[in-house]
């Protein structure tokens, strides 16, 4: 069964910058479209940001020009680097396949944005 293992959360001020890491345990980046997710307090769990294989990539609107998704194949890596950090950004973020159907789900990492 892949794990995925996400990292590199925290805590920081609105305007600051933060860098996600999502590692999965087997070789299964070099085919599947990847993408970041984020999941705030009684909200549904949204997409960020996507990123195929061969490097293209999709944002939801509200990260448009702040934030950019990456990948490592060989490393099986996915980052996303946030700046321009706002408090709405507040949410655990997870990263996954992008589905249905998805891989298990790992325990996200939380990012918290202070005004």
């Known amino acids: 069964q892949v794990q995925l293992v996400e990292s590199g959360g925290g805590l920081v001020q609105a305007g600051g910058s933060l860098r996600l890491a999502c590692a999965a345990s087997?070789?299964?980046?070099?085919?599947?479209?990847m993408g970041w997710y984020r999941q705030a307090p009684g909200k549904q769990r949204a997409l960020v940001a996507s990123?195929?294989?061969?490097?293209?990539?999709n944002y939801a609107d509200f990260v448009k020009g702040r934030f950019t998704i990456s990948r490592d194949n060989p490393n099986n890596t996915v980052y996303l680097q946030m700046n321009s950090l706002k408090p709405e950004d507040t949410a655990v973020y997870y990263c996954?396949?992008?589905?249905?159907?998805?891989?298990?789900w790992g325990q996200g990492t939380q990012v918290t944005v202070s005004s």
């Open positions: 087997e070789r299964i980046f070099n085919k599947n479209v």
């Open positions: 996954n396949e992008v589905g249905p159907p998805f891989l298990t």
């Open positions: 990123v195929t294989s061969g490097g293209s990539t």
